[in-house]
């Protein structure tokens, strides 16, 4: 792979006019992390799991695929790479004039609610959001950029040799990605170039644009913020932002893991307010129970689980909650004869406040939602085998291994609401609490250091702005 990244030393003409002696190689190195990282998080099976998924349900996707594999020793199929690249550069937006202000990347809706917490934060200061998707690109300002870029083909088919290396190595959602990455890359220069804020806010640190987005501001060094919408997985790269906020002491020992922390670390816990744990829940006669679903939902188990839940607990309520980013539409009514006492829920409901509203709620073993759920006080029962993630990943938090969740289950039949109440009742706050900073203590003042840390990392930038004058 070493040849592919020799390779970038050819794309740096684009957004890279007037730039001081030596930041080439520093856009250089910050662009093959940017790919490395995002090789590496698409190639792990929990991300070949749910493109399969996607793939297999999604026709146009099934068609894209079946084309670039039948053309695959092609130069057509790096083409279509390309495509998919400019695609990417093309819908990268921030429909705003104001500069110097700080810019939010969230790209997923989990994303979302932390950018819309960080803009709370500085309110009633302004903030930029970066604009993406597909229907971006056939806006005028999209059609123009795009149109520009092609006028220097030039230039731009320097990319090809980069994409054909990788597109012949990886598979096909790896090599979309890795274009993705590389051609968000390049307009996070330009927009880094033309805004220049004084701070970028990110939530995630794996997806192309953020990851793109926060390697360019070190070129310029902008300040980068880190506030993590979901705990680490295995293919998290390490730390590498001036300020990340994190949920607590476990999540910062596992980036730590995973190489040299860089930049200040602050705890702000898991989302919502933190409620005693109330395990005598469990044994409650006709419970309210909840079922909240992981991102993909094979109906057939579904409809096997709520059928189980009616015959062994007899609950009053079944609460079904739809993942934020549900890959597909609901189609509960149609598989589920019979939807007596079987509640769809409000998708912008607060997790802790519909979490409240149930006794215990059942959960894939492997979602970042159950922090969520314990933290308001509410046990939970997580499921083996709910989603379509590979047996490899089971455990991927390491919530079972830390006795933060009990042992899962393959069917409710298993369960005993005792034994579950038992483990919730022992010395499991301890234990939970290295996981959410915020349980049981002053969530508004963790808060509050969150805030004033990142108003000081902005005012130092603007203020590192001022001094210098230009970012470029």
Not at 15 to 21: D, E, G, L, Y
Not at 248 to 259: I, R
Not at 352 to 371: A, G, K, M, P
Request: a positive charge; aromatic letters at 10%.
């Amino acid at each position: 792979m070493k040849n592919a990244w020799q390779d970038t030393s050819k794309i740096f003409l684009i957004a890279n006019r007037n730039k001081p002696v030596g930041q080439d190689s520093g856009m250089k190195i910050q662009l093959l992390k940017t790919i490395r990282e995002v090789v590496n998080a698409d190639s792990d099976p929990v991300r070949q799991a749910l493109f399969e998924h996607v793939r297999t349900h999604n026709l146009i996707v099934s068609l894209v695929w079946q084309t670039h594999r039948i053309f695959r020793k092609t130069f057509l199929s790096t083409a279509m790479i390309f495509v998919f690249g400019a695609k990417s550069y093309a819908a990268t937006d921030v429909l705003a004039e104001e500069k110097h202000l700080p810019l939010i990347v969230a790209i997923h809706k989990n994303a979302v609610r932390q950018g819309n917490k960080f803009a709370a934060w500085l309110a009633p200061q302004r903030v930029l959001w970066l604009q993406t998707g597909a229907a971006g690109i056939f806006k005028p300002r999209a059609l123009f950029r795009l149109a520009k870029g092609v006028a220097r083909v030039s230039v731009w088919k320097r990319f090809l040799p980069l994409l054909n290396r990788l597109n012949r190595r990886y598979d096909f959602l790896v090599s979309c990605r890795a274009a993705s990455a590389l051609f968000c890359y390049v307009r996070a220069l330009e927009t880094l170039d033309h805004y220049k804020p004084n701070g970028v806010f990110v939530s995630s640190d794996s997806n192309p644009e953020p990851l793109a987005f926060a390697r360019a501001a070190s070129v310029f060094a902008v300040p980068t913020v880190f506030m993590s919408h979901a705990y680490p997985t295995p293919v998290s790269p390490r730390l590498q932002f001036t300020l990340s906020i994190l949920e607590g002491e476990a999540a910062l020992e596992s980036y730590q893991a995973m190489g040299p922390v860089e930049g200040q670390v602050l705890f702000c816990g898991a989302e919502g307010e933190s409620q005693p744990m109330n395990a005598r829940r469990l044994l409650s006669e006709e419970p309210v129970m909840g079922i909240f679903m992981p991102k993909v939902v094979c109906w057939p188990q579904l409809v096997s689980l709520i059928e189980d839940c009616r015959k062994q607990f007899r609950p009053k309520r079944i609460l079904i909650r739809w993942h934020p980013n549900m890959l597909g539409r609901s189609r509960l009514f149609s598989e589920l004869p019979d939807m007596s006492g079987v509640i769809e829920t409000d998708p912008t409901m607060p997790l802790d406040e519909l979490s409240r509203q149930c006794d215990w709620v059942i959960t894939d073993e492997n979602s970042n939602v159950n922090l969520g759920v314990l933290k308001a006080g509410v046990p939970l029962i997580p499921m083996k085998d709910f989603s379509v993630l590979p047996a490899s990943r089971a455990d991927l938090y390491g919530f079972v291994k830390n006795a933060v969740i009990p042992s899962p289950v393959k069917t409710v039949n298993e369960v005993s609401l005792e034994q579950m109440a038992q483990f919730y009742s022992q010395d499991w706050g301890q234990r939970f609490g290295r996981y959410d900073a915020s349980y049981s203590t002053s969530s508004q003042q963790l808060a509050e250091n969150a805030r004033n840390a990142i108003e000081r990392l902005l005012s130092s930038g603007l203020q590192s702005k001022g001094q210098e004058g230009t970012c470029s």
